[in-house]
């Protein structure tokens, strides 16, 4: 899918058949990935450092399943415990993902008062997060997410077509493209960083 002298590719994939996140960057930009510390190995998490920059920064890649049953209380709770460890860092952190939350009004910040919802928006309260993404990525729905704590670092958010929505060898995917700029200096890497969230979970 992507030529590896060109592009690196960190990924977590999933524990049964299909699915799982990964962030590809383009070679010359110079990133390490992060550890997860290993009580949240199994859930659907990836972050890289991008080290070559002025700004150096963090982007972590999240998949939440559509579910609602104890699972998903549990996976919440650990999703949300780990984004807490993953971005208590000096510098921004940048979260992308589908979080499969469509009650959530972002406009006021406002959700359902559940044991799902609530500890997700309490995560972003109090961590000082800002939600760029404004069209809807499945449907209705904002379900795909960008996630800052320096509303500096990103810009220019929009929402493309789908994945594989002009090809001709592969299914799209049922999710929009999310796309945003991430301003991170001027080393070793362009100023404004195209970044690209697709969701890969139905290929």
Known sequence: MISQN???CFRKDRDRSGGGVCIIVKSDIAVVPVTLPE????????????IGCNIKCRIISVYQPPC???TAITAMMDIVECLRV??????????VGGFNLPHIDWND???PSDRIYSPFIEFVNETGMSQFVTAPTRGEHVLDLVLANDAYVVSNCWVESPFGFNSSISKASDHNTVCINLHCGVSSCPMDEQLTYRDFNNF
């Open 86 to 95: 993953m971005s208590a860092v000096t510098y921004p952190s940048t979260i």
């Open 109 to 111: 910040l406002s959700a």
């Open 68 to 70: 609602s049953d104890t």
């Open 39 to 50: 009580k949240f190995r199994d859930l659907e998490i990836v972050a890289i450092d991008i």
């Open 6 to 8: 060109q592009y690196k």
